[in-house]
């Protein structure tokens, strides 16, 4: 039995690598390039600039500013065996 899931968007990409959440413990939570298959796939119509992913006085942003906005299709496959 094979189970597909396809995830339609975009994400914030730079140098082959995604913008997401890379630390989260309850108390503090970090954001940074990570591989693609771990960072989220976004809605394209509030996504529309790189920076759209954080607050407007965010620290990200001038590090933001030099990525771009990429379509994706993530495709996840569970296969039972």
Request: hydrophobic share 35%.
């Amino acid at each position: 039995m094979k189970h597909i899931k396809e995830e339609f968007g975009v994400m914030v990409m730079k140098n082959g690598k995604a913008w997401g959440q890379t630390y989260a413990d309850g108390h503090s939570t970090e954001y940074g390039w990570m591989n693609p298959t771990d960072a989220p796939v976004r809605n394209p119509k509030y996504c529309t600039l790189p920076t759209d992913v954080v607050h407007e006085n965010s620290h990200y942003i001038k590090e933001l500013q030099t990525a771009t906005v990429e379509a994706v299709v993530r495709v996840t496959t569970v296969e039972v065996v």
